[in-house]
T-cell receptor, first 115, second 116 residues
């Protein structure tokens, strides 16, 4: 079956512009995660959705970052007024259910470059 | 807070030789442990996981890992590496909260280079 898909695969944007990154989880997976992978910070957890709700948004790096999930499926991560330090690979993962023992399946990521 | 340490940033191994990648964790309860592999330009693929029970777990591609609570370690091993094993390997510990809201905590990764 289809895995987690993300679009675009690559995005180059100018500093100060807004960007939207999309994640399509595996069908039937109720939990969805966003991570950021950068050279300096490694892999960082950003936010988790169970269904359409995100219980804790404190992992988002700044108030320029927001995320939503509609219909319990597709999620978008929006970065407003992008800065060069936002350049990274943004990874999305989904799992059948949330919780400690639920295996997460990762998408290929969106490589964001802010010039 | 939980943390994961992968002490080796790079490891070079000859093809056909054995491999051990080290992982140490800090976690306030029984850990949920994972090893992921990332090939260039690819997402993360789960190699194996430990939740409970037998401390030696088998994964895909001939990998295994052993959980040692006394050493807070979860080292990844393979008896004989292939050139296709060249990749970045990440150890991770599972969400601390029961609801999973914390996500996974990853180590910095170990870059595996295979020499012919």
């Amino acid at each position: 079956g289809a895995g987690v898909s993300q679009s675009p695969s690559n995005k180059v944007t100018e500093k100060g512009k807004d960007v939207e990154l999309r994640c399509d989880p595996i069908s039937g997976h109720t939990a969805l995660y966003w991570y950021r992978q950068s050279l300096g910070q490694g892999l960082e957890f950003l936010i988790y959705f169970q269904g359409n709700s995100a219980p804790d948004k404190s992992g988002l790096p700044s108030d320029r970052f927001s995320a939503e999930r509609t219909g319990g499926s597709v999620s978008t991560l929006t970065i407003q007024r992008t800065q060069q330090e936002d350049s990274a690979v943004y990874l999305c993962a989904s799992s059948h259910r949330g919780g400690q023992s639920s295996e997460q399946y990762f998408g290929p990521g969106t490589r964001l470059t802010v010039t | 807070a939980q943390s994961v340490t992968q002490p080796d940033i790079h490891i070079t191994v000859s093809e056909g030789a054995s491999l051990e990648l080290r992982c140490n964790y800090s976690y306030g309860a029984t850990p949920y442990l994972f090893w992921y592999v990332q090939s260039p330009g690819q997402g993360l693929q789960l190699l194996l996981k430990y939740f409970s029970g037998d401390t030696l777990v088998q994964g895909i591609k001939g990998f295994e890992a052993e959980f040692k609570r006394s050493q807070s370690s979860f080292n990844l091993r393979k008896p004989s590496v292939h050139w296709s094993d060249a990749a970045e390997y990440f150890c991770a510990v599972g969400p601390y909260s029961g609801g999973g809201a914390d996500g996974l905590t990853f180590g910095k990764g170990t870059h595996l280079i295979i020499q012919p």
